[in-house]
């Protein structure tokens, strides 16, 4: 596994913007996708957005978010981005950076949680209305 940890979470308007960052270390030299997941109180984890290496780049978002959020990456830091704008209240939740780095998920399986195998330990974002 991979550790994974979060940072610039924080306390935002709606309407306004965020970053989030994942630094990596541990194993990283074999990292097959990376991405986005969140969970608000009282509901399930939601995939949010992902990048597969295999894929030349493709980024794969959720619905909810395709828009609005973008994923990067910087394959010489091991650190993926997560740029967010037009917050809305119902995007606050905890944000967690995944990692698969045992196996490369298949593309059915790219929004489910069990397809990654490195979890960080979370960044909490709260959007006011």
């Known amino acids: 596994q991979a550790q994974l940890t979060e940072s610039g979470g924080g306390l935002v308007q709606a309407g306004g913007s965020l970053r989030l960052s994942c630094a990596t270390s541990g194993r990283t030299s074999r990292t097959y996708a990376m991405g986005w997941f969140r969970q608000a109180p009282g509901k399930e984890r939601e995939f949010v957005g992902v990048?597969?290496?295999?894929?030349?780049?493709?980024?794969y978002y959720a619905d909810s978010v395709k828009g609005r959020f973008a994923i990067g990456r910087d394959n010489a830091e091991n650190t993926v981005y997560l740029q967010m704008n037009s917050l809305q209240p119902e995007d606050t939740a905890t944000y967690y950076c995944?990692?698969?780095?045992?196996?490369?998920?298949?593309?059915?399986?790219?929004?489910?949680?069990?397809?990654?195998?490195?979890w960080g330990p979370g960044t909490q974002v709260t959007v006011s209305s």
């Open positions: 995944v990692a698969a780095v045992s196996a490369r998920p298949i593309l059915s399986a790219l929004r489910s949680a069990s397809a990654y195998d490195s």
């Open positions: 990048t597969r290496w295999s894929d030349g780049g493709r980024i």
